[in-house]
């Protein structure tokens, strides 16, 4: 792990004394939420007191996952999406970069949540699911045995389902994250967030780059020794004051450690307390980090303004992965 160096200082030092936005480029137009389907998926979340990331933090694509269509023979929602947060919606860490609000959660948790699961799954006609979380120190082991209970849960209500993690560090706890991956998701994700030098500006104190790593790196190694099949997926989020360099090295260390999907999207300030913008990244220069990642070796890449972690045509391309893979085991 890297300590505080005088860069960092001066790096938190400039984003605490920053206070003025940046104005937002033309090509940072976010459609507002407006189908029948948007206001549909709302009113679920809140009857079944489930949270999503895609509302707690704020993601400008809300609006274009949410807004699938209604079967119009069985009534169900069909082509939308959403990335249901687990565990409560309050975090035991204060990422500097993060909406969703933190505290102590004191050991809390909801024993109906891995059935709410399955419920809104069901109704909103889902094949493929995403499922997060917010850090819980406050858990023995991070919250892993809640994990495994919402994805056994899953996986007997809905034996086809594909699930996608993307999951704390377990403060470093292997053994927790060894326990997920034996509840056999199909993808295990993991987010290093932004480059290794500005790891300390940008989140808690308690995550650091090497941690981060260090998850990601025993998912797939246990995985490859037990003979299950995992995917692990990480994301960074860029205009925090990367470099181009800085950004290729990370490629180059999740590519060591064979981590299989990444992501690359604009920071985009929560709120005037949270880290300003350094800069809005051009579209081209994320279509130049896509095509590196191909270049690096990376099975998929997600590369743009408004991509997240979790994105729709990411959770597409891996789906079809899944079942090419599964289909040709079957053989």
Known sequence: MRVQTPQNKKFTARLIQQKESMPKPPWMRIRPPSTDQFVNIKKLLKEKNLNTVCVEARCPNISECWSGEKDSTTGKARGGTATFMIMGDTCTRACRFCMVKSGNPKRILDPKEPQNLVEAVEIMGLDYVVITCVTRDDLPDGGASHW???????????????????????????????????????????????????????????????????????????????GQKIYTKTSLMLGLGETEEEVIQTMKDARAIDVDIITFGQYLQPSPFHLPIHEYIKPQQFVKYKKLAQEHGFLYCASGPFVRSSYKAGELFIKNLILKEEKLTKI
């Open 148 to 226: 495994v209970a919402c994805l056994d849960a899953l996986k007997k209500a809905h034996p086809n389902l594909l699930i996608e993690l993307l999951t704390s560090d377990f403060d470093g706890n292997l053994e927790a994250a060894e326990k997920v991956l034996d509840a056999k998701p199909h993808v295990f994700g993991h987010n290093l967030e932004t480059i290794e030098r500005l790891q300390l500006g940008v989140r808690d104190p308690r995550a650091n780059y090497q941690k981060s790593l260090s998850i990601l790196e025993h998912v797939k190694k246990t995985a490859q020794a037990k």
